[in-house]
């Protein structure tokens, strides 16, 4: 493929630190650069906690179960995500409860909340979808009138802020994701944030086998290994070194693409106000769900990589069920993720934005 949908930059001091950890010979979950790495994001996120774990997957896993999250309870959750959104509460024995999405924001929507808040309700899951912020004022006040923890799921939304606050850091745990694909990354890996020392304590607890800090090798928890290596805290020291600079890339991207796009009847995913969306992926929907594969058919074959906006969980039989979304089936059904990586250059957008020109009959014009 001509042009990825996305590809990591690591031509900062990625190899730098990375030869630095081999040679002091740390290269497991002990070494400097985890406690550097974690130390950088805290400031970055400006939270109070912040531990480091193996992936983001992990790290919601973590989140509930140190908010006690187990059987009979229910999770709350946008059916509009990634998977890994909704398998970790089905990991701690809890049920993962479907909402649908706003159409103007594709964020969880606040009244679908409401509407499936009962007695067995414990947790919802915040998913800021595609770097936009869910609307964290309504969500919080229904957390509040009905006693409900929040875990924000921010895998998608490092650098994105609502209302100048940084994501993950308004409900009771914030996660994080560090594949190659995401703004930064560590190849794999996660982080966990909280403002309440008692969940950091536990979440580094069960990350690391359950360990009794009172009795060495001493495990009075069933814990598990969720644990970030030295390796990989290195690559994502020198990674959020260079955040910022990503994302005010990637937002120059979402900006070229709004202007080279706008003559065609295609939406791009926008910026609310009171947000600051980081733009993980630019998003885009066609008019009519027919023309989607088409289009993602036609650039293919002009060496230009996309991909599908996620399908609607509820939709998968592992996860199905009886109910309609019908605002998170249409966005899904029509929305294509075009190339988004900091790297790509202005010319290369060009060259997108002409072939979806040429799909739709017109003739390029930039």
Request: with cysteine.
């Amino acid at each position: 493929m001509e042009i990825p949908v996305y590809k990591p930059d690591i031509t900062g001091n990625e190899k730098k630190y990375l030869i630095d950890c081999i040679k002091s010979g740390w290269i497991s979950s002990k070494g400097q650069y985890i406690e550097k790495f974690e130390n950088e994001f805290k400031k970055f996120t400006n939270s109070s906690f912040c531990t480091s774990v193996s992936n983001g997957t992990v790290a919601i896993h973590l989140a509930l179960l140190s908010l006690n999250i187990s059987t009979g309870d229910e999770v709350i959750v946008p059916t509009l995500t990634y998977v890994a959104s909704v398998n970790p509460i089905v990991y701690a024995g809890a049920k993962p409860v479907f909402v649908d999405s706003l159409n103007s924001t594709w964020q969880m929507d606040p009244e679908d909340i409401k509407r499936k808040i009962n007695e067995r309700t414990k947790a919802i899951i915040v998913v800021h979808l595609y770097g936009h912020a869910a609307d964290m004022d309504s969500i919080m006040t229904l957390a509040k009138k009905h006693n409900l923890f929040v875990i924000e799921d921010c895998a998608e939304a490092i650098g994105t802020l609502y209302k100048e606050k940084h994501v993950g850091t308004f409900g009771d745990v914030g996660t994080f994701s560090f594949y190659a694909n995401k703004t930064i990354t560590c190849g794999e890996g996660g982080m966990v944030i909280t403002n309440e020392f008692s969940l950091h304590e536990r979440i580094k607890k069960l990350k690391n086998q359950g360990v009794s800090k009172e009795k060495e090798y001493w495990h009075d928890i069933i814990g598990f290994n969720y644990r970030m290596t030295n390796l990989q805290a290195a690559i994502g020291l020198a990674q959020i070194e260079r955040a910022n600079k990503f994302i005010t890339r990637k937002r120059e991207i979402a900006a070229c693409y709004k202007k080279f796009l706008s003559g065609l009847p295609i939406i791009v995913h926008d910026e609310a106000p009171g947000t600051f969306h980081s733009y993980w992926m630019t998003s885009i929907l066609v008019k009519n769900e027919s023309e989607r594969e088409a289009l993602r058919s036609f650039l293919k074959s002009k060496g230009i990589e996309t991909r599908p906006v996620f399908y609607p969980v509820h939709m998968m039989q592992i996860h199905r069920v009886n109910e309609s979304f019908p605002i998170a089936e249409n966005i899904s059904l029509r929305g294509i993720n075009l190339p988004s990586w900091p790297g790509l250059s202005d010319n290369s957008i060009k060259f997108i934005c002409n072939k979806i020109y040429e799909f739709f009959g017109k003739k390029g014009k930039l």
